[in-house]
């Protein structure tokens, strides 16, 4: 059964950073591509960022050059380093394998508030 | 970026009846490679998103056969045969053919 656990989440000030990870396990890491999407309280899904197999990456303009997504297959997990947060960044944040989504994470809650 | 445009976005339907959902794209989601990247999904109330449907046609696994989409190039649909409790939730189209992926706004179906 695919499993994939988001943690990171957190308050933090606006301008802060934070460190989001998501382990998957169920199948095997290396062979797909991963996505992070996010959901703002009461609001609908958006993309954030992908990245592929062989590592190449994929953002939306509003986090391009904020956000990071990473991999490490030797952890079966998958990484979204997101600095310069702002408050427009507040949002459930999942974890989503490949970049068609065919399995989602429960999430974890990002607050950017002072 | 291909705009996605859901109707309607509320849906009051009375359980054991038909229910459809439009997803229109502002440009066509037929990929170069000829595969038309277009997704269905269900958030119901406190859970995450769950992909119903792949590729405009395919359901998921799990998926209860009363699920089907339909559609080419830009204009597609999410019908249930007969719409039982657990279908209350949010639906939301995708595509993923082009750069940045695109979400439809939502459509809340809820019972009469």
């Known amino acids: 059964e695919v499993q994939l656990l988001e943690s990171g989440g957190g308050l933090v000030q606006p301008g802060g950073s934070l460190r989001l990870s998501c382990a998957a396990s169920?199948?095997?890491?290396?062979?797909?591509?991963m996505s992070w999407v996010r959901q703002a309280p009461g609001k609908g899904l958006e993309w954030v960022s992908s990245?592929?197999?062989?590592?190449?990456?994929f953002y939306a303009d509003s986090v391009k050059g904020r956000f990071t997504i990473s991999r490490d297959n030797s952890k079966s997990t998958l990484f979204l380093q997101m600095n310069s947060l702002r408050a427009e960044d507040t949002a459930v944040y999942y974890c989503a394998r490949t970049i068609a989504f065919d399995s989602w994470g429960q999430g974890t809650l990002v607050t950017v508030s002072s | 970026e291909v705009v996605m445009t859901q109707s309607p976005l509320s849906l009051p339907v009375t359980l054991g009846q038909p229910a459809s959902i439009s997803c229109r794209s502002s440009?066509?989601?037929?990929?170069?490679?000829?595969?038309?990247?277009f997704n269905w999904f269900q958030q119901r109330p406190g859970q995450s998103p769950r992909r119903l449907i792949y590729k405009v046609s395919n359901r998921d696994s799990g998926v209860p056969d009363r699920f089907s989409g339909s559609g080419s190039g830009t204009d597609f649909t999410l019908k249930i045969s007969r719409v039982e409790a657990e279908d209350v939730g949010v639906y939301y189209c995708?595509?993923?053919?082009?750069?940045?992926?695109?979400f439809g706004q939502g459509t809340k179906v809820e019972i009469k």
């Open positions: 169920g199948f095997i890491f290396s062979n797909y591509g």
């Open positions: 440009q066509s989601l037929v990929h170069s490679d000829g595969n038309t990247y």
């Open positions: 990245i592929g197999t062989g590592g190449s990456t």
């Open positions: 995708m595509q993923g053919t082009h750069w940045p992926r695109t």
